[in-house]
């Protein structure tokens, strides 16, 4: 067997591209020779440290503590580093069962959005909500974007936009009731760590599919409703998202919902 290997058969060997061998060269962890036409030569010494490479890469190692780790390895060196990964791995796992346990509500989200009765004004006790509130209006839903953005960034970890029922806007009760309907004057987001609360009690709530001008249909029959029911309104309108342009690019598949607590 051949003792040195050119640039492109251990590439090919390796499935590694050349300019990642270069990279490792250049940072020392290997050193090949140079032959004629000063052509990189690789010794089969470097076959034993592209195999630790690739397999530490695998488990998720730098190329910092890989070069550190080839520079002074022994069997509890190795021990060291195979427990760190351990530990590693366990985390991996807990944030993976954390975003699981997301999906699966994501999608129990979406599919209550199918049974979800459209045009009706229903009564409802909702508790007490936290959530992240910006205190700025908008007029365009481009501009709503950016706020929402901006609330994403108050728990990244936790906060999501695909498949979230927690995204919502303030419409003063007084605006809608004088017929401006989409008079927005803050954004939120709903999260057990917000620091903002939004009170619980008795709601009266009415959805609808389509386009978010509907609320200059729907807020009126929804504050009429209250009107002949004997209800005083208490509260601004929150406007929540259960479908927007984030989850379907078919307008008419949005569903949005109207709330508002009364006493």
């Known amino acids: 067997?051949?003792?040195?290997?050119?640039?492109?058969?251990?590439?090919?060997?390796?499935?590694?591209?050349?300019?990642?061998?270069?990279?490792?060269?250049?940072?020392?962890?290997?050193?090949?020779?140079?032959?004629?036409?000063?052509?990189?030569?690789?010794?089969?010494?470097?076959?034993?440290?592209?195999?630790?490479?690739?397999?530490?890469?695998?488990?998720?190692?730098?190329?910092?503590?890989?070069?550190?780790?080839?520079?002074?390895?022994?069997?509890?060196?190795?021990?060291?580093?195979?427990?760190?990964?351990?530990?590693?791995?366990?985390?991996?796992?807990k944030k993976l069962k954390v975003l699981q346990k997301n999906v699966e509500e994501r999608i129990q989200m979406l599919n209550q959005c199918e049974e979800k009765e459209m045009g009706k004004v229903h009564f409802c006790k909702i508790p007490d909500r936290n959530c992240h509130y910006i205190d700025e209006g908008y007029e365009q839903d481009e501009e709503m974007d950016v706020l929402i953005k901006q609330l994403l960034n108050r728990n990244p970890e936790k906060l999501y936009i695909i498949g979230s029922n927690h995204i919502g806007s303030i419409i003063p009760a007084k605006s809608a009731g004088n017929g401006r309907c989409r008079e927005y004057t803050g954004v939120f987001m709903i999260d057990e760590e917000g620091d903002t609360v939004i009170k619980g009690g008795d709601y009266l709530t009415i959805s609808y599919r389509g386009n978010c001008e509907q609320n200059y249909q729907f807020l009126p029959r929804l504050f009429s409703h209250a009107r002949d029911e004997g209800y005083r309104i208490v509260s601004d309108v929150y406007e929540i998202l259960w479908v927007d342009i984030h989850v379907s690019g078919v307008e008419e598949e949005h569903i949005t919902e109207l709330q508002v607590r009364v006493e």
Request: glycine share 6%; net charge positive; aromatic share 12%.
């Open 1 to 93: 067997m051949k003792k040195y290997f050119k640039i492109g058969e251990i590439s090919e060997l390796y499935h590694i591209g050349t300019d990642s061998l270069r990279y490792y060269e250049k940072l020392g962890i290997l050193k090949p020779k140079r032959g004629e036409n000063q052509y990189r030569l690789y010794h089969t010494d470097d076959i034993w440290r592209l195999n630790v490479i690739r397999e530490l890469r695998e488990l998720g190692f730098s190329m910092e503590q890989i070069g550190t780790y080839l520079k002074n390895h022994t069997v509890s060196r190795t021990k060291d580093l195979l427990q760190d990964e351990f530990q590693m791995i366990e985390e991996k796992q």
